[in-house]
C-alpha cells in the first residue's frame, strides 16, 4: 500500500473517530430509554396486565438506534451505555407499568402513587410478576442496544478504521 492511501485512511479514521459524540448520545439514549419504557408500561397496562414482554427487545432497539443517529459512535463505551440504559429501560418499564395498575386500582394519579409509596416497596413490584420469558426479552433487548448503537460503516471505513487502530 502507497504513503499516500495510507495517509487517506487515517485522515478517513480520524474523520470518523471526530464525529463521535458520546454526551449527545448518553442524553439521547437517556429519552429514548424513558420514552420507551413509558409506551412499554401504557402498552401493559392498557391491556389488563396482559404483558407484552416482547416489548422490552423494542426499549433496547429504540435506544441503540436513538444513540446510533445522535451520536455517530464506533467506540465501545457507546455499546456499554447503550446495555446499561437497556437494562433500566426494561426494570422501569415494569415499574411503570406497576404504578399505572396501582393508580387505576386504587382510583388515584400515578404521581401520588410514586410519591406515596416507599420506594422498596415499589422495587418489589418490579420484580413480583417477572418471568423466564422476561428476562429472555430482557437480553434480547441488550443485544438489539448493543447491535444498534454501533454506526454502520462502509468497507473502506472499516479499512481505514482498522488500519489507524494498528498503527496506534
Known amino acids: 500500500m502507497e504513503q499516500e492511501e495510507k495517509q487517506r485512511n487515517y485522515d478517513l479514521a480520524e474523520e470518523l473517530l471526530s464525529e463521535q459524540n458520546f454526551i449527545v448520545a448518553v442524553i439521547a439514549g437517556a429519552v429514548a430509554m424513558i420514552l420507551a419504557a413509558g409506551i412499554y408500561s401504557v402498552m401493559t397496562s392498557a391491556s389488563g396486565g396482559f404483558s407484552y414482554s416482547f416489548m422490552a427487545a423494542a426499549i433496547g432497539i429504540a435506544i441503540g438506534f436513538t444513540m446510533q443517529y445522535f451520536g455517530r459512535g464506533i467506540a ?93
Open 76 to 168: 465501545m463505551k457507546f455499546a456499554v451505555v447503550a446495555s446499561i440504559y437497556a437494562i433500566l429501560g426494561c426494570i422501569l418499564g415494569n415499574l411503570f407499568a406497576a404504578v399505572l395498575y396501582v393508580a387505576r386500582a386504587n382510583q388515584i394519579s400515578p404521581f401520588d402513587v410514586l410519591l406515596n409509596v416507599p420506594a422498596s416497596e415499589m422495587s418489589g413490584w418490579v420484580f413480583a410478576d417477572l418471568q423466564f420469558a422476561d428476562l429472555i426479552f430482557w437480553i434480547a433487548a441488550v443485544g438489539g442496544a448493543v447491535y444498534f448503537v454501533k454506526r454502520r460503516l462502509s468497507r473502506e471505513e472499516g479499512v481505514a478504521l482498522h488500519m489507524y487502530e494498528m498503527r496506534a
